[in-house]
């Protein structure tokens, strides 16, 4: 047990505490934030010499990763595809995680999801699911919003979990949580 506890004072550091519409105190400091559960996910893709600006290839590889812990129990998983962007490959990590959250029934439990994803935060904190959701799923200027069907399918996940709080960490930080959930989808990009 205080091995288990020791792993998850270490995964919360470098953890910001700043969160969305279900807000935690800006003064909270990363110890102090306390959840039933921890999760943390994340999407990698590997473009094949693409140049900047340009689009992915459909063989570049992609995966996406979570890592949830309970207690002293430790969830994982992870998979893999072709062609798609690292923006898809965070949003269908928290995706995944969220439809495993509630397969075990977990989804009444109080979650801190630390994500590197400013993207996925962002559309979560600022609302912009909501935004989009009440434009028909187009974005301020009027384009259908990217991944759309995916967006969607999250926005209705996260209906289902009502004590589920976001927070940020930098990726690749000192955060063993997130260099887990990063190394993860190294492995199945690397087994593709």
């Keep these: 047990m205080e091995e288990a506890k020791r792993w998850l004072n270490e995964t919360t550091a470098g953890v910001y505490s700043k969160v969305g519409n279900r807000k935690l105190s800006n003064q909270k400091t990363k110890s102090q934030i306390k959840a039933e559960i921890y999760l943390w996910t994340d999407g990698g893709s590997r473009n094949n010499g693409n140049k900047k600006g340009q689009h992915v290839k459909e063989n570049d590889k992609a995966a ?8 002293e129990e430790k969830t994982s998983q992870s998979a893999g595809e072709y062609g798609a962007t690292n923006n898809r490959m965070e949003i269908m990590a928290l995706f995944e995680a ?18 590197d994803s400013k993207y996925v935060l962002d559309a979560i ?7 989009w959701m009440r434009r028909g799923w187009k974005t301020a ?5 990217a991944n759309k069907e995916l967006w969607q399918a999250v926005f209705e996940q996260l209906k289902k979990f009502p004590h589920i709080k976001f927070s940020w ?6 955060n063993s949580g997130n260099l887990f959930v990063d190394e993860l989808l190294n492995k199945t990009m690397d087994k593709m």
């Design 64 to 71: 996406w990763a979570f890592l949830f812990v309970q207690n």
């Design 98 to 115: 969220l439809k495993e959250l509630e397969k075990e029934k977990l989804n009444m439990k109080s979650i801190l999801a630390i994500l």
């Design 125 to 131: 904190e600022k609302d912009w699911l909501g935004s």
């Design 141 to 145: 200027t009027g384009s259908e919003v």
């Design 169 to 174: 960490t930098k990726g690749h930080l000192d």
